[in-house]
């Protein structure tokens, strides 16, 4: 089965977006911005709980022999307990101690297991078409920062470009402080306004109702796009969620394979 594409009614209204962008920038001196949320709208994975799974399975994190018995079960409860974004944090701040180097090298290393990540390819076609009109292109994920960065490089996003839970890093070490906000629905247009110092972005895509935030600080265009799950799964009702949403706000919808 051929990678499902965007219709040309989305591909008219991208186009029109763009050209207005590129032309209000040029008034600003400042390049057009987009943002797109990383698991479940640039691919058909979490590569920030995937990268927690490799860490535990594969990596000599001092962190972990403090951790309880269990680090994955005692993640999720903390997770769904409530306020997921102290878990969130809490998987950046197991890693102080170690090299900024070595994270991203196990992250690569995480990326290159899962080959080929399931990208969606119509996002990938999207973001080289941005790209190729000098837009400059953000991914904003509540994951760790450093777990995203390999899968963003597939569609030539460099890491400064990748927003995301992080821990302060000192000599290249990494420590357990904060660095920064917790991208996590509101957290997501605060980190990108904050990191293009006030340019809005013209267009944004994401998945879930934790992006919803971030779709509706768009300045032209909402993009709201939803995977095939299972009916009761994780994502599910999330997903749904957002497209009603879209539904109701008039943005850009659309279903992958």
Known sequence: ?????????????????????????KNSSTKPVA?????????NTDLGESFFKYQIK?????????????PWTHYRRW??????????????????????KTIREWAAANVKQMSPLPIFEAQRELIAYLQKNNVDV????????????????????????????ATQVENG?????????????????????EKTKGVKPFLCSGNTT????????????S??????QPEGSELYKTELALQKEAEANDWLRFKFD
């Open 173 to 193: 070490i990494i420590t357990d402080k904060q660095n920064g906000l917790i991208t996590y629905r509101e957290g997501k247009p605060a980190a990108l306004l």
């Open 210 to 221: 934790g992006d919803l935030n971030l779709l509706k600080s768009a300045s032209h265009l």
């Open 138 to 165: 953000y991914v904003i994920t509540a994951s760790v920062k450093w777990s995203v960065e390999a899968g963003a490089k597939i569609f030539g996003i460099p890491e400064e470009n990748v927003l995301g839970v």
């Open 58 to 70: 594969n990596c000599p994190l001092p962190a972990l022999h403090g951790l309880p018995e269990d």
């Open 35 to 43: 943002a797109f949320d990383a698991d479940g709208t640039l691919w």
């Open 79 to 100: 997770k769904e307990s409530g306020d997921p974004r102290p878990a969130y944090l809490w998987l950046a701040q197991i890693n102080a101690g170690q090299s900024i």
């Open 1 to 25: 089965m051929k990678p499902k594409k965007f219709t040309s009614e989305i591909w008219t209204a991208i186009e029109s977006a763009t050209q207005f962008a590129i032309q209000a920038s």
């Open 223 to 228: 993009l709201a796009v939803q995977s095939e």
